[in-house]
């Protein structure tokens, strides 16, 4: 499938996970993409193997707490290709501790990274979408919609995420641009990889996390995902929460 050609595709979190993934589905589709991590090493390896592989693909080490740098970054990403029509908001943190150990500054950080910069890009980039009938997609997650212990400040980061992406999509539905939310279960990534529940965490609480597979879906089923919501074959698809968890929730 090409469902990208002459497209561009704004990717946050380019360097693993969800994001790589991401950025190898949409530019395999044919979008030009521009890929912003903060990373640097790793940007530029994943970036240079892609571009090897045929790949039209730009960079941009990126911090997406820096407002200033994430709208420069998209007025960029618009000069460099003429255009913008897929905004993935996919960078993200956890923070995995109990809530009586939770800083406000911890708090602060996790409701920056991945709440506030989904705002900051996506208000810099709707000039854009609204030029070209674009789309955002924003990676949200299971825990947006089903408390997760020791995470108090991720599920509401997530829970912003999902929200923010209902209240766009019902203000611009009319006027051409759509917005969705993917809402992973466990994924394996680096991130997911990582972490790690806090000393004296009651493990029973995590039981009910897998009630239908023990199993993690990889970073790829998500980007395919990804890649439906941000094309043409989801036209009439807005406002919606897409969950990928494995039946995590639904019982």
Known sequence: MQRFTDRVAFVTG????????????????GARIYACDINAQALEREAA??????????????????????AAAIADCAARFGQLDILCNVAGMVCTTHF???????????????????????????PHLLESGGNIVNIASTAAIAGLPYNAAYCASKAAVLQLSKAMAAEYAARGVRVNAVCPGGVNTPLVQDAQAPEGADMALFQRMFPLTPAMAEPEEIATAVAYLASGDARFVTGTALVIDGGQTAI
């Open 49 to 70: 193997a892609l571009a090897a592989g045929g790949a039209t693909i730009a960079t941009r080490v990126l911090d997406v707490t820096d407002d200033e740098g994430c």
């Open 14 to 29: 380019a360097a693993s996970g969800i994001g790589l993934a991401t950025v190898r589905r949409l530019s395999e589709e």
């Open 100 to 126: 009586a150990e939770l800083t406000p500054e911890r708090w602060r950080r996790v409701m920056d990274v991945n709440a506030n910069a989904v705002f900051v890009l996506s208000l810099a980039a709707i």
